[in-house]
């Protein structure tokens, strides 16, 4: 019986460790590093975002691989456009919900460019001047 109680006690400070807001560790960046913007900040602090910045970095990372390197230099351009993009948003959730729910769209037609085969490399570029021309309105 006294086995139980510290597993039990170790599994509730787990749990708590994992539930406490701004714990930095499902962010794609370190939410204890000193600079953060505020959207980066609202990110940490929030947990749905910040798996939906984990789930965008994975992606990104997985469709980079399939990317010749102009092609990957291309979309870390566009990731950081993106990324300042966001950081607009400042602390509104709902804003930067809808920034991670448009990064998602377009890489969605990122995958499709991908699985397209010999026409990859035109629907890469229009796909990229689309969501240039989406920014700028």
Same mark, same amino acid.
């Given at each position: 019986?006294?086995?139980?109680?510290?597993? =039990?006690?170790?599994?509730?400070? =787990?749990?708590?460790? $994992?539930?406490?807001?701004?714990?930095? $560790?499902?962010? /794609?960046?370190?939410?204890?590093?000193? =600079?953060? /913007?505020?959207?980066?900040?609202?990110?940490?602090?929030?947990? *749905? $975002?910040? @798996?939906?910045?984990? #789930?965008?970095?994975? !992606?990104?990372?997985?469709?980079? !691989?399939?990317?010749?390197?102009? *092609?990957?230099?291309?979309?870390?351009?566009?990731?950081?456009?993106?990324? *300042?993009? !966001?950081?607009?948003? +400042?602390?509104? !959730? =709902?804003?930067?919900?809808?920034?991670?729910?448009? #990064?998602?769209?377009?890489?969605? @037609? $990122? #995958?499709?460019?991908?699985?397209? +085969?010999? *026409?990859? @490399? +035109?629907?890469?570029?229009?796909?990229?001047?689309?969501?240039?021309?989406?920014?700028?309105?």
């Amino acid at each position: 019986m006294p086995r139980t109680v510290p597993a =039990g006690l170790a599994a509730f400070l =787990g749990l708590a460790l $994992l539930a406490a807001p701004g714990a930095g $560790l499902a962010a /794609s960046f370190d939410c204890n590093a000193r =600079g953060l /913007s505020e959207a980066e900040t609202a990110i940490c602090r929030d947990a *749905q $975002l910040s @798996r939906s910045d984990e #789930q965008m970095a994975r !992606r990104l990372t997985g469709l980079s !691989r399939r990317l010749t390197f102009g *092609q990957y230099l291309g979309l870390r351009h566009w990731h950081s456009g993106w990324t *300042q993009s !966001r950081d607009h948003c +400042g602390t509104d !959730r =709902g804003c930067l919900a809808g920034s991670y729910r448009a #990064q998602s769209r377009f890489l969605d @037609r $990122l #995958q499709l460019c991908l699985d397209a +085969g010999f *026409q990859r @490399r +035109g629907c890469l570029r229009n796909t990229l001047n689309l969501e240039r021309e989406a920014v700028r309105r």
